[in-house]
């Protein structure tokens, strides 16, 4: 994986910085198609009527900010269509976008995203580790959000790490449901009152996970609805380019101040594990024509159980079958499908030496070039 350079229509937009205004004036100011990746926190439009207070009585912090109070249902579908018809336009063609949401809106900008073409990818449970309890004991406490990822295309070529994904989460493959803790302790940040400084502040674990699994370095991620600025900080720490809108000024005032004291990481910590489906496609047929194989040599499989012959045309020759290094182990070992490049080996120095290390070796070669 390589840093990206800067295109023209990166060059055109305003990197690393916080736009003051209203998220789909600033949006639609921006050169369409010139964005990796939005990740998207908007008002969720609570409803909450009256005050909440715990049991002993002291009042609850909640969300009751004026950018997340709507007239309506359709007021706040109107808002949903209008942002998120301003983000489609700015995305390039691969791009994708991550939303979040509670039972509020998430299913209002589920169905807004597919109305606008968008193609829905995953859902994701963020499931709190912590989550805040239900103080009226009438309902079930409220223990999760729900992100959305869609790319801006059904055939878009989107980004996704599964390798980085998967070694994150020591060596299984990354399911769609993340268990991590809401904002605590000395990641929640604080105004000048010491009061906090944003009722909705996301984790900084939340954001690493959707960078490091969706973009690579030298991108360009939107975030229309900036807050406190964690797409911000962890965009910069990981080696990516950000764009931040915040109207509201208090916000942009913590936000540039957390990203100022965030430091990038070294340029060797940004690669991640890549997914072996990015590598170049290498036909095994270019191992017998480069000579690193030879027509008529036999090659074993990893068992030690079979062995075939190796063809000029690229093909293996095996007890009563001929095919691909696929087919012919698939056959041999009665199974539906098998990695050919994982099962056979050919022998050196009386040595069995996998044949994915030739295919490695090219593969190498290619990169360099």
């Not at 990746?37 to 900010?65: M, W």
């Not at 239900?134 to 869609?150: M, P, Q, S, V, Y």
């Not at 965030?262 to 290498?282: C, G, I, W, Y």
């Not at 001929?322 to 022998?347: D, M, R």
């Amino acid at each position: 994986m390589t840093v990206k350079t800067k295109t023209k229509v990166a060059q055109d937009l305003p990197l690393n910085s916080i736009i003051d205004g209203d998220c789909i004036d600033v949006m639609n100011s921006l050169p369409a198609g010139s964005v990796d990746l939005i990740f998207a926190d908007p008002p969720y439009n609570l409803q909450l009527k009256g005050d909440l207070h715990r049991p002993d009585n002291s009042k609850v912090d909640a969300v009751d900010d004026a950018w997340d109070q709507f007239d309506s249902f359709a007021v706040y579908d109107r808002f949903t269509k209008a942002w998120l018809a301003a983000a489609r336009r700015l995305l390039k063609p691969n791009g994708a976008i991550w939303v979040i949401g509670s039972y509020h809106n998430v299913f209002r900008m589920g169905a807004e995203l597919q109305n606008q073409g968008f193609w829905i990818l995953n859902d994701v449970v963020w499931r709190k580790s912590n989550p805040m309890p239900n103080f009226r004991g009438k309902r079930l406490t409220n223990a999760h959000e729900t992100l959305i990822w869609a790319s801006k295309e059904e055939a878009s070529k989107y980004t996704f790490n599964y390798e980085a994904l998967k070694s994150l989460n020591e060596g299984v493959q990354m399911r769609s449901d993340w268990v991590l803790p809401i904002c605590t302790g000395h990641e929640r940040l604080k105004d000048e009152r010491g009061d906090k400084a944003h009722p909705t502040q996301k984790p900084q674990s939340l954001l690493h996970r959707v960078i490091v699994g969706t973009t690579n370095p030298g991108d360009v991620i939107l975030d229309p609805f900036f807050g406190t600025g964690t797409t911000g900080a962890v965009a910069k720490m990981l080696g990516r380019d950000y764009i931040g809108i915040e109207r509201e000024a208090a916000y942009r005032k913590v936000a540039e101040k957390r990203i100022a004291n965030t430091r990038k990481f070294d340029s060797d910590a940004l690669e991640v594990s890549s997914s072996k489906r990015s590598e170049p496609r290498v036909a095994f047929g270019v191992l017998v024509e480069r000579g690193m194989l030879r027509p008529g040599e036999e090659l074993w499989s990893m068992n030690g159980r079979h062995k075939a012959k190796v063809r000029a045309d690229g093909t293996l020759i095996g007890d009563d079958i001929k095919g691909s290094i696929h087919q012919v182990g698939a056959f041999l070992e009665g199974a539906p499908s098998c990695n050919g490049w994982t099962y056979w080996q050919f022998k050196r120095d009386g040595q069995k030496v996998p044949i994915d290390l030739l295919r490695q070796q090219i593969r190498s070669e290619m990169e360099k070039h």
